[in-house]
């Protein structure tokens, strides 16, 4: 099993900053693409950045310029750094992983999900 756990979500005011953190934990032998999904009250998840092992970014348009995803492949960890943040930005953050995870004697390719991180824009 593997487990990924959010952090640094909060209250910030339009215009401000907020880093999130994502660890990732348990049995793997290796994590390819990481990333970051958000979801507003009464819509979809949507993709915010995704960054593969290697270090290659896809942003979603409406953060690109304003967000940077980046990885720690030795931690297992992903970042988000988010400025100029904006009321419609406000959504609950979700780390999303592609793992190739042990499964008994043999490795099998999952994805996996944070419970999820409340960030607040607001003045």
């Known amino acids: 099993q593997v487990q990924l756990v959010e952090s640094g979500g909060g209250l910030v005011q339009p215009g401000g900053s907020l880093r999130l953190s994502c660890a990732a934990s348990?049995?793997?032998?290796?994590?390819?693409?990481m990333g970051w999904y958000r979801q507003a009250p009464g819509n979809q998840r949507d993709l915010v950045a995704t960054?593969?092992?290697?270090?290659?970014?896809n942003y979603a348009d409406s953060v690109k310029g304003r967000f940077t995803i980046s990885r720690d492949n030795a931690k297992g960890t992903v970042y988000l750094q988010m400025s100029s943040l904006k009321p419609e930005d406000t959504a609950v953050y979700y780390c999303n992983a592609n793992v190739l995870g042990y499964s008994g004697s043999s490795l099998s390719n999952m994805d996996y999900w944070g419970k999820g991180t409340l960030v607040t824009v607001s003045s």
């Open positions: 348990g049995s793997i032998f290796r994590i390819n693409v």
């Open positions: 960054i593969t092992s290697g270090g290659s970014r």
